[in-house]
């Protein structure tokens, strides 16, 4: 995910990954039974299926629905979970073998099958999956994957056993089981595949947590939750169960905050940011987490195309005055970002060639745009597409007008009322204009930032961004055995993206999360969301 995935996720959601961001509608309507602890959340953009959620606000929910392979703990260290090794001898062939009594909670085990049917079925192109591209390194995607694939299943995965299957990569590729605690490798259970529309109103997971039951997810209102009686994994829940209120506002959501009807908020809104640690005396963190936001300017939109579109991306970058945003609208709870993933992460660099492009500096700007008029004299406006019930409009104003001011163009936001709606535009790419877009660590390496976003066919590749020298050298990386020379591959690969600027980065996002006075033991992870399960309800 992810876009924020998620959102993402981003975060992109991201979750990840990842899209950084959002929330949906509704008031807070006061929470569970004993034990249950209410938590902010937004109205997920699809079904809750895991190789179709890539933002955070269904992300969130599905990561406590399901286990995977591994999992992630608060500072993105891995365990295994349901697997109990995954070994190889070359880093390209991987034996995975399960864990003894893991089940679904309707009863049926989780097996080598559970598995291997899922990535298929999230891999096939005629499936219509947001978070297919997660399986491109694996053997027979390309097959699957095609328009007219022409074969429905990933010939590197192989059933060995009920407690055994292979995974046949297309390069040596050390650090993939890593990246197997993400949304997208979840396993399914065999009754997903009968009806997956069905299956993803009310999904059957074997995480720590179960819905409710039927109709738990009432949409646009909340997602009702309880403790899986049957889960034995790393995460298991101090609580009785989580409850996900959605809500159309940050304003509101932090104000049931102050009154304890919401427990816990993982984003404060920018009317906050100077006070919540005083609100909030001891029920507060404001520390780094793997995110970051950017705005998309997708190539199809006029005037972005070819070297046209690259000067104006480099004048837009640099009219931006991030030092003065992040301090007055965000009191510093951003930092300016330097490059395309987060400095909470191994290998971020601040020294990149080409990083310039993000500092602020009108005259190079206006010399930029000039030249991009030279080409073809620009007309029209520039919008920020943005979904208003995430807090963004007070960001989005300030770098339109940053852009006015230094530009002499028009440039406003482009407001949308919720971040489903929001996000169904962008995926269907039927925004008009530029767009917010950021992303949430889905696991914690560079390459998840920059492979779902910027390669060609990622699935949050929502700018349809396409460069080969990128794609070269982010493969390359991740097939390089000798760490260093990965990490030179992938600073490489970002220096590309520094240049072309398909998405033109903004601010790394602090976690500045706050609960209230009827919780404890709260935690906000690497990525900037809560440790729901380790949460006490006092």
């Excluded at 008031?27 to 249950?36: D, F, L, Q, R």
């Excluded at 219509?128 to 299943?153: C, K, L, R």
């Excluded at 837009?316 to 965000?330: K, W, Y």
């Excluded at 930032?449 to 060609?456: D, M, R």
Aim: net charge negative; proline share 6%.
């Amino acid at each position: 995910m992810r876009i924020t995935r998620v959102a993402t996720a981003a975060l992109a959601v991201g979750m990840a990954t990842a899209l950084l961001a959002a929330c949906s509608t509704g008031t807070s309507t006061g929470g569970g039974g004993a034990g249950v602890v209410n938590a902010w959340a937004g109205e997920p953009q699809n079904p809750l299926i895991p190789t179709d959620t890539n933002e955070n606000m269904g992300g969130r929910v599905l990561d406590s629905l399901f286990a995977g392979l591994v999992s992630y703990d608060a500072d993105g260290r891995i365990s295994n979970e349901v697997a109990d090794s995954i070994d190889t001898a070359d880093g390209q062939l991987f034996t995975v073998e399960l864990q003894d009594g893991w089940t679904f909670t309707d009863g049926t085990p989780v097996t080598a099958s559970s598995f291997v049917d899922a990535w298929n079925y999230g891999a096939l192109s005629t499936n219509g999956q947001i978070q297919a591209s997660f399986f491109e390194p694996i053997q027979g995607y390309d097959e699957v994957a095609a328009e007219n694939p022409t074969a429905t299943t990933m010939s590197g995965l192989n059933v060995v056993d009920d407690s055994t299957f292979t995974i046949e990569l297309k390069q040596p590729e050390a650090d993939f089981p890593d990246r197997l605690g993400f949304t997208a490798y979840y396993p399914l259970p065999a009754v997903a595949f009968e009806d997956m529309a069905a299956f993803g109103e009310n999904p059957i997971g074997n995480g720590p947590y179960m819905l409710a039951g039927p109709g738990a997810w009432q949409h646009n209102v909340r997602i009702d939750t309880v403790v899986n009686p049957d889960y034995d994994g790393n995460r298991k829940a101090e609580n009785s169960g989580i409850d996900f209120i959605m809500y159309n506002n940050l304003d509101t959501a932090y104000t049931d905050l102050l009154a304890n009807n919401v427990d816990v908020l993982d984003q404060v809104p920018p009317s906050a940011v100077t006070t919540f640690e005083s609100d909030l005396p001891g029920r507060t963190v404001n520390q780094p987490s793997a995110t970051i936001e950017t705005f998309t300017i997708p190539s199809r939109l006029p005037h972005f195309s070819g070297e046209e579109g690259t000067l104006r991306r480099q004048a837009i970058s640099m009219a931006i005055n991030r030092d003065q945003i992040t301090q007055q609208i965000f009191n510093d709870t951003r930092t300016p970002a330097l490059d395309f993933t987060s400095p909470a992460l191994a290998g971020w660099s601040g020294s990149l060639d080409g990083n310039d492009n993000l500092k602020y500096n009108p005259d190079e700007a206006r010399r930029l745009w000039a030249e991009a008029d030279a080409i073809a004299p620009w007309s029209g406006s520039f919008e920020i597409a943005y979904n208003a019930d995430g807090g963004h409009k007070d960001w989005v104003d300030a770098v339109s007008n940053s852009i006015r001011n230094t530009l002499g163009i028009e440039a406003m936001g482009r407001e949308y009322p919720t971040f489903a709606q929001f996000r169904t535009e962008v995926t269907n790419r039927t925004v008009p204009s530029a767009f917010r877009s950021g992303w949430q660590g889905d696991y914690p390496q560079q390459y998840g930032f920059l492979s779902q976003n910027y390669q060609t066919g990622g699935g949050s590749n929502d700018g349809d961004y396409s460069n080969p020298e990128f794609d070269r050298l982010l493969v390359e990386s991740a097939g390089e055995t000798d760490p260093q020379q990965s990490q030179d591959l992938l600073n490489q690969a970002q220096e590309v993206l520094l240049h072309d600027l398909p998405a033109v980065p903004m601010w790394y996002r602090n976690a500045a999360a706050g609960w209230s006075e009827v919780v404890s033991n709260v935690t906000i992870d690497w990525k900037g969301v809560p440790m729901y399960s380790d949460i006490v309800k006092n």
